[in-house]
């Protein structure tokens, strides 16, 4: 009995010193700095930034709904201005969205880094009482099993030291696994924490590309001013050459799309398959697939869906894929990313999304994303002559659903005119068809 009590006071020493080492090595790191403010203050505040993020978003979407209908009327010079006039008191109002979700966002930052600094201390105190049992256990094991049954003056005494020893391990465990646990949830948190970072680094990206996307609206304004002189008739004169330069662009889209839909042949379509991908951004649909009424501006079809926001709205991946494709230029959809879905869900019906317009964006060729992985934000580049209808008349995303069967990507062919661009086409499909 006494050979195995000290075998095992020898094994159980061993192992906390060796799981003591580690903990040092998980509790080292960058500390978070101390906030001072308790959770009950950051819940407050974070409260009062929610009721005032609801009053804004109540104000965008009476704008979206006033835009809508303006869209609807007679393309005219006072119209227009004040389709302008409402997309910039809606971009204002998008901007303080976006103030109002950083300053949210810093103090979930803070609320889970005190979570932090709270675990980390408790580790700390931890690692000190399994220390100090630690240094017991050494003691203990320092002496023999004769040396501990003679210090004890009968046998009653000898068992109180038997169970004091057996408590001390029994102690040693229930703190190592308390460290255990601690860890888990500090490993938690930090990734909560780089989660919040992620985001906070893509509101001020969003907020700078807003800011911007305001003193384009504010301009273009004032280039309708400018260029027509308040005529109505010299108004109507630069929509009919943007018209023109509409139709140029959009048979080229159009021409490449019907070339691949005709090889493809309406038997081999794909049926139908609604929820199968998500919503790509976040706004109002401003225009539908197939003959939308653009057919007097020189569209012969609409190739995609529009979905309108303020200017640098995120756009998230609509599934998980492989980037096959970007591009950037004046010409066709601007700067745009093609992302291509065949595994999973999407074996033997393989798409390709394609998100056209975009002010900026974050992917690159043949990198692999996930269903709501950040594609880029929401623009007007391309073909986007902002004096047309509908989504045209502003910040837009242009989304396509192409079948991966036969989908490429062309030189642009009005370089002259736009400079050097690409075009995405294959056989598409109404994305509302999988939304």
């Known amino acids: 009995m006494f050979y195995h009590l000290k075998q095992k006071n020898h094994n159980i020493k061993k192992v906390m010193i060796a799981l003591l080492l580690l903990g040092v090595i998980f509790a080292m790191g960058a500390k978070p700095h101390v906030t001072g403010q308790s959770a009950s203050e950051l819940a407050k505040q974070k ?76 580790i700390a105190k931890q690692k000190n009482i ?23 003056e009968n046998f009653q005494q000898f068992l109180d030291q038997v169970q004091y020893i057996s408590s001390i391990q029994q102690q040693s465990q229930e703190s190592l696994t308390k460290i255990k646990q601690l860890k888990a949830d500090l490993d938690l948190r930090q990734a909560d924490l780089k989660r919040e970072r992620i985001n906070l680094d893509t509101l001020l990206t969003q907020l700078d590309l807003t800011k911007a996307g305001l003193a384009g609206q504010q301009k273009a304004k004032q280039q309708v001013l400018d260029q027509t ?30 070339q691949i839909a005709a ?32 057919t007097k501006l020189g569209y012969t079809y609409h190739n995609g869906i529009d ?24 010409g066709a959809y601007g700067n745009w990313v093609a992302i291509k879905h065949d595994v999973g869900k999407f074996a033997g019906k393989a798409i390709v999304s394609v998100y056209g317009h975009m002010s900026t964006f974050k992917l690159k060729s043949g990198q692999t994303v996930k269903e709501g992985e950040l594609v880029g934000f929401e623009g007007n580049t391309g073909n986007t002559t902002r004096l047309l209808y509908g989504s045209h008349r502003g910040y837009h995303l242009h989304f396509t659903i192409f079948d991966a069967r036969g989908f490429g990507v062309a030189e642009g062919t009005y370089t002259s005119l736009y400079g050097p661009y690409q075009v995405p086409y294959g056989a598409t499909y109404n994305p509302l068809d999988f939304l």
Do not use: C
């Not at 023999?144 to 210090?151: F, G």
């Open 229 to 258: 002189k308040g005529q109505e008739k010299a108004y109507q004169k630069l929509l009919a050459d943007s018209e023109a330069a509409e139709a140029q662009l959009s048979k080229e889209i159009n021409d490449l799309d019907s």
């Open 47 to 122: 409260q009062a930034k929610q009721e005032e993020l609801n009053a804004i978003l109540s104000k965008i979407t009476d704008y979206q709904s006033q835009i809508k209908k303006a869209q609807s009327q007679v393309n005219s010079l006072k119209n227009t201005l004040n389709i302008l006039n409402l997309q910039i008191v809606e971009t204002q109002a998008q901007i303080e969205v976006t103030e109002n979700k950083i300053a949210t966002t810093n103090l979930e930052i803070a609320d889970v880094t005190n979570q932090i600094i709270e675990t980390e201390a408790q």
């Open 130 to 152: 399994l220390k100090s049992l630690i240094a017991e256990i050494n003691d203990l094991d320092q002496r023999s099993p004769l040396e501990i049954a003679l210090e004890n």
């Open 263 to 294: 090889k493809l042949g309406t038997a081999n379509r794909l049926k139908p398959i609604h929820g199968l991908i998500a919503w790509p951004m976040q706004g109002i649909l401003t225009q539908g697939y197939g003959n939308t009424g653009f």
């Open 307 to 330: 979905i309108a926001g303020p200017p640098g709205t995120p756009i998230y991946a609509t599934a998980n894929g492989t980037v096959v494709g970007t591009g950037t230029g004046s």
